[in-house]
């Protein structure tokens, strides 16, 4: 239900459909007695759109989000106990509608967290390997498509932890957690997507699994003007998406802290 409730909430609130909703809103508005009212949102949503594509407010939404947790330092780990194992959340890695029509794995737009995973997976060749995410639609579930793109690529099956069932962060956390069983003596390295790495961590956490950050994609802000109204509605689509997720997170009671700390 939640899961349902959440991505309905998400297709009205992103902000290029919202733009789009109050436009024809303010359209409706200009042929009726509230006329200014439809010329006062015109003008605000031209000059928000605007901004958006001139401005990197998408790269200062996400700076706070992807500079919470540090690129996981291997060269300092190496002081301590290799992990025990490895997760990886595996939202959006893969596309699966084009995955689905080829019929092999087909990276999608977060396909940089395979990276990070298998430079960490080669690093600790003991480490167990655990990849979360499963299919809302029709077809193979995400994590088995990363499995095997990650067989082919010469990682051992027996290696692997297959979970694919989870649909969101909380459920990669609790169903994950309940497929690798680790112990409280354990270390295990979380990789995901820097920006989406607060709310990792406050769910895993909630869950008494206190994983290791080793964020993937990490980049700092950029600054200085540009033209890009694609690109702007997106990072700035990404970055309201985690902050409204780490507040409805919260508010559900599925994290204990709004902010997690490093």
Same mark, same amino acid.
């Given at each position: 239900?939640?899961?349902?409730?959440?991505?309905?909430?998400?297709?009205?609130?992103?902000?290029?459909? !919202?733009?789009?909703?109050?436009?024809?809103?303010?359209?409706?508005?200009?042929?009726?007695?509230?006329?200014?009212?439809?010329?006062?949102?015109?003008?605000?949503?031209? +000059?928000?759109?605007?901004?958006?594509?001139?401005? *990197?407010?998408? #790269?200062?939404? +996400?700076?706070?989000?992807?500079?919470?947790?540090?690129?996981? $330092?291997?060269? =300092? &780990?190496?002081?301590? $106990? *290799?992990?025990?194992?490895?997760?990886?959340?595996?939202?959006?890695?893969? =596309?699966?509608?084009?995955?689905?029509? +080829?019929? #092999?794995?087909?990276?999608? #737009?977060?396909?940089?967290?395979?990276?990070?995973?298998?430079? +960490?997976?080669?690093?600790?060749?003991?480490?167990?390997?655990?990849?979360?995410?499963? =299919?809302?639609?029709?077809?193979?579930? @995400?994590?088995?498509?990363?499995?095997?793109?990650?067989? &082919?690529?010469?990682?051992?099956?027996?290696?692997?932890?297959?979970? $694919?069932?989870?649909?969101?962060?909380? @459920?990669?956390?609790?169903?994950?957690?309940? !497929?690798?069983?680790?112990?409280?003596?354990?270390?295990?390295?979380?990789?995901?997507?820097?920006?989406?790495?607060?709310?990792?961590?406050?769910?895993?956490?909630?869950?008494?699994?206190?994983?290791?950050?080793? *964020?993937?994609?990490?980049?700092?802000?950029?600054?200085?003007?540009?033209? =890009?109204?694609?690109?702007? %509605?997106?990072?700035?689509?990404?970055?309201? #998406?985690?902050?409204?997720? %780490?507040?409805?997170?919260?508010?559900?009671?599925?994290?204990?802290? %709004?902010?997690?700390?490093?």
């Amino acid at each position: 239900m939640f899961f349902s409730v959440a991505k309905l909430f998400w297709a009205i609130a992103q902000p290029l459909n !919202l733009a789009l909703i109050l436009l024809l809103l303010a359209t409706l508005l200009l042929w009726s007695p509230w006329r200014r009212i439809g010329i006062w949102l015109t003008s605000s949503v031209s +000059l928000g759109l605007l901004a958006v594509a001139v401005l *990197p407010i998408g #790269h200062w939404l +996400l700076a706070p989000l992807a500079g919470q947790f540090a690129p996981y $330092d291997v060269a =300092n &780990s190496k002081q301590v $106990d *290799p992990p025990a194992g490895i997760v990886l959340l595996s939202g959006a890695v893969i =596309n699966l509608k084009v995955s689905g029509q +080829l019929g #092999h794995a087909v990276p999608g #737009h977060a396909a940089g967290r395979v990276v990070e995973f298998m430079r +960490l997976a080669r690093t600790y060749p003991t480490a167990r390997l655990l990849i979360c995410g499963g =299919n809302a639609g029709p077809g193979a579930p @995400e994590a088995a498509l990363i499995a095997d793109y990650l067989v &082919s690529r010469g990682v051992p099956r027996t290696r692997l932890l297959v979970e $694919d069932k989870s649909l969101d962060t909380f @459920e990669n956390a609790t169903l994950g957690r309940a !497929l690798a069983k680790p112990s409280v003596e354990e270390r295990w390295l979380l990789v995901t997507s820097a920006w989406h790495m607060p709310r990792a961590m406050a769910v895993f956490r909630a869950q008494g699994w206190d994983v290791i950050a080793a *964020p993937a994609m990490w980049r700092q802000s950029k600054t200085g003007l540009r033209f =890009n109204p694609g690109g702007g %509605l997106r990072l700035a689509g990404k970055a309201l #998406h985690e902050y409204m997720g %780490l507040l409805a997170y919260w508010l559900k009671g599925r994290s204990e802290t %709004l902010w997690p700390a490093p």
